[in-house]
Nanobody, 125 residues
Framework: QVQLVESGGGAVQAGGSLRLSCAAS????????MGWFRQAPGKEREFVGCISWGGGTIYYADSVKDRFTISRDNTKKTVYLEMNSLKPEDTAVYYCAQERAPYKMSNRRGDFGSWGQGTQVTVSS
């Protein structure tokens, strides 16, 4: 099992930037796809992006493409979400998650079995 802890959330004005981190402990980190999801009040949790085990393949949701960047450092067991040009509609609780199976690339919420507690991001206009 893996434990995931997000950090870096906060409040920012539109157009600003934030960098979220997700530190993992427990089972092997470098064999698994890591994903970022978010959930706004009254809405379902949605996919933001994911990064392959080695970092060579990254998927983004259309809503964040060209503004958000996902990266990972396997030596530190940490995945990052760099968010630029933030918009009020980016306001949500952001979660990192780990794929259930090693070496499997997916953007489906159900394929991710381990989740962090979430970190709040609030973007004001």
């Amino acid at each position: 099992q893996v434990q995931l802890v997000e950090s870096g959330g906060g409040a920012v004005q539109a157009g600003g930037s934030l960098r979220l981190s997700c530190a993992a402990s427990g089972r092997t980190f470098s064999n698994y796809v890591m994903g970022w999801f978010r959930q706004a009040p009254g809405k379902e949790r949605e996919f933001v992006g994911c990064i392959s085990w080695g970092g060579g393949t990254i998927y983004y949701a259309d809503s964040v493409k060209d503004r958000f960047t996902i990266s990972r450092d396997n030596t530190k067991k940490t995945v990052y979400l760099e968010m630029n040009s933030l918009k009020p509609e980016d306001t949500a609780v952001y979660y990192c998650a780990q794929e259930r199976a090693p070496y499997k690339m997916s953007n489906r919420r159900g394929d991710f079995g381990s989740w962090g507690q979430g970190t709040q991001v609030t973007v004001s206009s």
